[in-house]
């Protein structure tokens, strides 16, 4: 085989205690807390729905330092969205529930960042959000913590500081769509593929940043992510 251009290097999340996880794809779900819900205007128990984000959209964050992305075009209205990340071990289309837990290879923390003022547009015309979602460094993450150390996480604080002042709390416990529902929806969408990363959601308190400004998310379990925006 003969390759016209080169291929761009996979992306790769190191996972705590050894090794890298290639990332196949970025699922996320929305609105999937109550309170960030209604904060979107939006009430109620509603179908999960999802959106995607290109592999290449990850910004690798390993412990102890501090990621950077720059503020990205197009927006005076950055906001952040902390949120559990599960990455998939084991593929499959047509996950139940109750068998979902055993497809999951471990946990990070992520942050899905948004450019609210281009999502809000898209939403007012009916048109796709990539615009809003899918751009450049949208997707900070954390090391994956394996599941055969935390265990499966079905509680536990998820936390966002900004500046050291916190923005936004919550649990895990909280979620709308549990991960294992998450993943029995999506897998009736999609096939899913070793490699493939879930963000679950994000509680509420969303807000915007600014150049200068420092993120530090937090799952309990997971440590911290801590990312600033130049």
Known sequence: MTLVVTPHAPTLVPVAGGGNYPVHRIYCVGRNYAEHAQEMGFTGREPPFFFMKPADAAVVVPDGETGVIDYPTLTANLHHEIELVVAIGTGGAGIRAADAAGHIYGYAIGLDMTRRDLQGEMKKQGRPWCIGKAFDQSAPIGPIHPKAVTGELLRGAITLDVNGVRRQKGDLSELIWSVNETIE??????????????????????????????????????????????
């Open 185 to 230: 929806h999506l897998s009736a969408a999609w096939t899913l593929q070793p490699g493939d990363l879930i963000f679950t959601g994000t509680p509420a308190g969303v807000a915007a940043v600014v150049r200068a400004d420092v993120m530090e998310g937090s799952v309990a379990g997971l440590g911290t992510l801590r990312v600033a925006v130049r």
